[in-house]
């Protein structure tokens, strides 16, 4: 009985330090419209997110409305006329590691990461190929990945009158520390 236990305790303690499932609730997400007339950045920190390091598959949600800017009638417009969260309230990807065996999680350092995957936006889906990295520290792993989305892929309606203040290409950052699940 007694050596039961002890089996028992040392399978518990190895699986719990070889999480292979790392979740948040707090992923930052931002991006930044670089146009002529004037620069938009937007930031959130509410993006969820969960991946399986046993079989690299991912997914990661981002509520539109979350998204803070520096003048509240950005907010506002982005919101309603182009973003129409009401209707579309998620950004989402759900994908996979491409690269997975370069991933070492016994091991602190940072690794690239390649993901492909499918991204909705403003109720389109389009297929994705990105880098990014991931960074192990103990049992904790951070996503990093910086990728460029263009407006018109997902139909966000840019009125004429405006097509100089917003960028046709949008630079995106997410940032994920991300626990065992």
Known sequence: ????????????LGTASFAQKFMTRTANVGF?????????????SSGTGIIDMAT??????VPINTFQFEKALMQEHF???????DRFPNAEFKGKIT??????????????????????I???TQNVKE???IRVAGERISVTSEFLVRVADYQIQIPS??????????KVKLVADMQPF
Do not use: W
């Open 131 to 133: 880098v990014g990295s």
């Open 79 to 85: 919101n309603e006329n182009y973003m129409e969260s």
């Open 56 to 61: 690299g598959d991912m997914a990661f949600r």
């Open 32 to 44: 930044f419209s670089e146009a002529p007339l004037e620069n938009i950045e937007a930031r959130t």
């Open 161 to 170: 009158v405006m097509v100089d203040n917003i960028a046709k290409v949008v």
């Open 122 to 124: 403003h109720g389109i």
């Open 1 to 12: 009985m007694k050596k039961t236990l002890i089996l028992l305790a040392l399978l518990s």
């Open 99 to 120: 690269n997975l065996a370069q991933v070492n999680l016994g091991r602190d350092g940072s690794y690239p990461a390649t993901v492909e995957g499918q991204m909705t």
